[in-house]
């Protein structure tokens, strides 16, 4: 059974960091396309990042470029988000995902996790 555990989430003020992981298990992790999503009361879930399997290509949101970062650690099945500089616009339910596909497509994504709540005060 696939399973993607997120951790890391909390309260933060405005311009701290947070690092999220996000713990695979049941698949061939290093076959597959991790991204991160996020998804803001009463907003669409939206891409966030995404790494491929090589761990050569990363693709960001024009809203996080420069200020997130993801990396992966094949030999743990872990895949990070570095979040820095987080302003309030940030705050929401943050999902990893994995895939075989375009990386900024949701349906692309085959697993996903049950998401962490990132809070960004002002």
């Known amino acids: 059974q696939v399973q993607l555990v997120e951790s890391g989430g909390g309260l933060v003020q405005v311009g701290g960091s947070l690092r999220l992981s996000c713990a695979a298990s049941?698949?061939?992790?290093?076959?597959?396309?991790m991204g991160w999503f996020r998804q803001a009361p009463g907003k669409e879930r939206e891409f966030v990042a995404a790494l491929k399997w090589t761990g050569s290509s990363t693709d960001y949101a024009d809203s996080v470029k420069g200020r997130f970062t993801i990396s992966r650690d094949n030999a743990k099945n872990t895949v990070y988000l570095q979040m820095n500089s987080l302003i309030p616009e940030d705050t929401a339910v943050y999902y990893c995902?994995?895939?075989?596909?375009?990386?900024?497509?949701?349906?692309?994504?085959?697993?996903w996790g049950h998401g962490a709540q990132v809070t960004v005060s002002s």
């Open positions: 049941g698949l061939s992790f290093s076959r597959y396309t």
């Open positions: 995902a994995a895939g075989l596909g375009a990386v900024r497509t949701t349906t692309a994504y085959v697993y």
